[in-house]
């Protein structure tokens, strides 16, 4: 595998499961990220870890948890979620999070997320 | 309130001529400015990015220009290839603190016709 990964590619689940969607780079990368993508708007970041390091939250609900193991593993855990929830989740890695390294972020495939 | 934005969802462009893409912003803290590209079941990937002391960065059929007293920069390609339909995403660097940010816009979805 080359890149960023992302498992499953798809995935549909009721507002009562707990399910969790998984990231993985083979890159080398110090940071990673997830991002959120809903119907006509813009990519929006939800979490930041660097060196496994969360630094970021961006005001997520908590029926999101991320957890990072090591630098190459990236999760999302995902419970009682809501309709609204439904999007495309993309997870990024970047070298580090000092510019310019940050720039230039690489992103995995995405998970389609439906809440039903 | 969209810090980036990008008023145009779609662009249709015969092969061979140029393609302007557009993105306007709101935040002068903006440092840095960069275009990703998107193919269909793929994540967006890097193209193009511009430092905000600069008001052009060319990149062989790419090149970004960046007005900072209208808050606005562009993404020109010529000449345009079927192979460059795809949506592209403007984006800008929040530099600073704890946490570095890219900021995106929502996208312009451009069709290069045969």
């Known amino acids: 595998e080359t890149g960023v990964t992302q498992t499953p590619r798809h995935l549909v689940m009721g507002m009562t499961n707990k399910k969790s969607l998984k990231c993985e780079q083979h890159?080398?990368?110090?940071?990673m990220y997830w991002y959120k993508q809903s119907a006509k708007k813009p990519l929006e970041l939800m979490f930041v870890y660097n060196f496994k390091e969360q630094t970021e939250n961006n005001s997520v609900p908590s029926r999101f948890s991320p957890e990072c193991p090591n630098s190459s593993h990236l999760f999302l855990h995902l419970h009682t979620l809501q309709p609204e929830d439904s999007a495309l989740y993309l997870c990024?890695?970047?070298?580090?999070?000092?510019?310019?390294?940050?720039?230039?972020?690489?992103f995995g495939p995405g998970t389609r997320l439906t809440v039903t | 309130d969209q810090q980036v934005k990008q008023n145009s969802p779609s662009l249709s462009v015969q092969e061979g001529r140029i393609s302007i893409l557009n993105c306007d912003y709101t935040?002068?803290?903006?440092?840095?400015f960069l275009w990703y590209k998107k193919y269909p079941a793929e994540g967006p990937t890097f193209l193009i990015s511009i430092s905000s002391i600069k008001d052009k960065n060319e990149d062989g059929r790419f090149t970004v220009f960046l007005n900072k007293s209208a808050k606005h920069l562009s993404l020109h390609i010529v000449p345009s290839q079927p192979g460059d339909s795809a949506v592209y995403f403007c984006?800008?660097?929040?530099?600073?603190?704890?946490?570095?940010?890219?900021?995106f816009g929502t996208g312009t979805l451009l069709a290069v016709q045969p």
């Open positions: 935040n002068s803290m903006f440092d840095y």
């Open positions: 890159l080398g990368h110090n940071a």
């Open positions: 990024a890695s970047s070298q580090g999070q000092q510019a310019p390294d940050f720039y230039e972020q690489y």
């Open positions: 984006a800008a660097s929040l530099y600073g603190g704890a946490t570095n940010k890219l900021i």
